[in-house]
């Protein structure tokens, strides 16, 4: 008896624990009748999160012989670095993403933050490469918030911006990318490369200190689910899901093209143009500018029209860039100039318009769909790299940008191999129609708590995603469609 009292005592001051660093303030605390619909501060907020937190994983890139020289290890060694940390970013994007889906996002975006921040101040510390090394690992395994942002935005983001706040996060993400080679470069070549991990840990719990007093205690998208069972649904989902299948390789192509350009252009510049590793650091920000075009390209392109239409416009700008790149390159720095600023605004027109192509292919699982889409991505950068390295030694500038080329034509060929109203794996069926479908004009309000199997119960709550069904638009209500058509009520 007294073991028992003693059991549930402990199990009681545990509870009590938990409750205490998982507080949420009052006015964060989660309200189905309110107006849920994420606001332009939080959506801003969450772009910022991706890109302080995605940064992570290169910073890293620009300081590789810094860090031979420091840990006294030779060059190829210290390569080990990102190579781990990317292994790790593949294994969150597997194992931790899809728990978004069964687990408070709140309380697990704020864990994740934190902890990232104190395995990165161990790396910013410790004098052995091997613990830099171990502790990489695990930072590039913990890095996965960024990818649990999509999906907030992706639900709770009133129709009418849903492209734009898709494209803020999405912003978010490329500036982080960019931001941090170049700061990594710049303050490693004048001051200490602990400097640029220190400035990055302090960044790091900045945004979480702004998490904990802004992020709403958002429900769980599928309480009724196993870890197992939405782990089998990445599996599943890309044989079941034709739409989302095809809108991942397309990101495979697309994300390979754009790592395979940056990686081979520093040797371009350095080789041809003989620049300074200061210049190159720096042509970085020519890249950063389409960052803050693309909410607007989002505004008043992809919001306007199928996703369809935005997509194939998206690569036919990225291809035109490509091909001036690649062949004005040779002998001129305007074609890397223009390959970098255009092609980058191509691929972040691709990348958002795909992702609200799948917003709706499963809205009670939308972190296990990003994982899939991840996935691929992931698997196109390390092919991109592979593949343009591989042929920029062989046949240098031309050779890389004629593979570039060719990725970008296959995906155009799959956008005319489907066509934007079809639902199985080809065909043109409902026709060529690229007007934008039907908007919602009802505030979007999201599931409290969705069951993920047909067996439980649930409250019924709008989910606020429009999908088409053979050219009509209807409405999600909880898996079931509301309402008919006009022609159907006439019939």
Request: with cysteine; proline share 6%; charged share 10%.
């Amino acid at each position: 008896m007294a073991s028992e009292k003693s059991g549930t005592s402990r199990s009681q001051a545990a509870v009590s624990i938990l409750d205490k660093i998982y507080w949420t303030p009052p006015w964060l605390k989660w309200n189905p009748e309110a107006n849920n619909e994420l606001t332009w501060p939080m959506n801003i907020l969450f772009g910022l999160t991706g890109a302080f937190s995605v940064a992570n994983l290169y910073y890293s890139h620009p300081i590789l012989n810094i860090l031979a020289d420091e840990f006294g290890v030779s060059d190829q060694r210290s390569s080990l670095i990102p190579t781990v940390t990317q292994a790790g970013y593949a294994a969150g994007l597997l194992f931790i993403v899809p728990a978004g889906d069964i687990l408070k996002r709140r309380p697990m975006v704020l864990t994740l933050m934190f902890m990232t921040a104190m395995i990165w101040l161990g790396c910013t510390l410790t004098p052995s490469f091997d613990a830099f090394l171990g502790l990489s690992f695990v930072v590039g395994f913990l890095t996965v918030t960024p990818q649990l942002m999509f999906p907030l935005a992706v639900q709770y983001a009133p129709q009418r911006h849903r492209a734009t706040m898709i494209s803020i996060v999405m912003s978010g993400l490329v500036f982080g990318i960019l931001v941090a080679r170049i700061l990594s470069g710049i303050v490693a070549q004048y001051t200490s490369w602990r400097n640029v991990y220190w400035i990055s840990f302090g960044l790091q719990l900045v945004i979480w200190i702004f998490l904990v007093f802004s992020m709403p205690d958002y429900p769980v998208l599928s309480p009724g689910t196993s870890y197992p069972r939405i782990l089998l649904k990445i599996v599943t989902l890309p044989f079941l899901k034709p739409e989302l299948e095809h809108m991942s390789f397309i990101s495979f192509l697309t994300m390979g093209m754009f790592t395979s350009f940056w990686t081979t252009l520093t040797f371009q510049l350095s080789d041809v143009f003989h620049m300074s590793t200061l210049v190159i650091g720096l042509f970085a920000l020519i890249g950063i500018s389409p960052v803050f075009l693309n909410p607007i390209v989002s505004r008043f392109l992809i919001s306007q029209m199928h996703t369809h239409g935005s997509l194939i416009i998206a690569h036919i700008i990225t291809l035109a860039a490509i091909c001036i790149g690649t062949f004005v390159g040779t002998f001129s720095i305007a074609g890397p100039v223009i390959w970098a600023f255009f092609g980058d605004l191509g691929m972040n027109m691709i990348i958002v318009a795909s992702r609200v192509a799948i917003a709706h292919v499963d809205p009670k699982a939308q972190n296990a769909v990003n994982s899939v889409y991840m996935v691929h991505s992931f698997c196109g950068q390390l092919f991109g790299t592979a593949v343009g390295n591989s042929l920029y030694a062989q046949g240098g500038w031309t050779w890389s940008g004629a593979f570039n080329i060719a990725q970008m034509i296959a995906g155009l060929l799959l956008l005319v191999t489907k066509g934007p109203h079809e639902k199985h794996w080809i065909g043109w069926r409902g026709g060529w129609d690229l007007r934008k479908p039907k908007e919602n004009t009802q505030p979007i309000s999201a599931p409290p708590d969705i069951e993920a199997n047909s067996e439980g119960t649930t409250k019924d709550e709008p989910t606020g995603i429009i999908i088409e069904d053979e050219g009509h638009e209807e409405k999600i209500k909880n898996g079931h469609k509301e309402g008919k058509s006009e022609t159907e009520n006439s019939s």
